[in-house]
Nanobody, 125 residues
């Protein structure tokens, strides 16, 4: 069973940066779109960003546009979420998930098929 693994979380101060990574040991991710989601305590899970399998298409939730950048290195079988200018409201557990859209230029922030454990991001004020 494919289980993407998110890593790179931590505790930072307002305005600082973190880079999250998503990988899947034993599985090739280059045909899959990857989405980043987050869930804060007491809140519903929220789609943050996604990238198509080719990397040609990306999407962001409005609250992170201009601050977060999603990218992928298929040679390294890894997807990244660069998070800059972090705010306390970005505090959440971040998950990456995978889905086969059967095209290399599509992703969305809807339902995904493969989920793994998340990584905690805490932004202090």
């Amino acid at each position: 069973q494919l289980q993407p693994v998110a890593s790179g979380g931590g505790l930072v101060q307002r305005g600082e940066s973190l880079r999250l990574s998503c990988a899947a040991s034993g599985f090739i991710l280059d045909y899959l779109a990857i989405g980043w989601f987050r869930q804060a305590p007491g809140k519903e899970r929220e789609g943050v960003s996604c990238i198509s399998s080719s990397g040609s298409s990306t999407k962001y939730v409005d609250s992170v546009k201009g601050r977060f950048t999603i990218s992928r290195d298929n040679a390294k079988n890894t997807v990244y979420l660069q998070m800059n200018s972090l705010k306390p409201e970005d505090t959440a557990v971040y998950y990456c998930a995978a889905r086969n859209f059967f095209t290399d230029s599509l992703c969305d922030l809807g339902a995904y098929d493969y989920w793994g454990q998340g990584t905690q991001v805490t932004v202090s004020s």
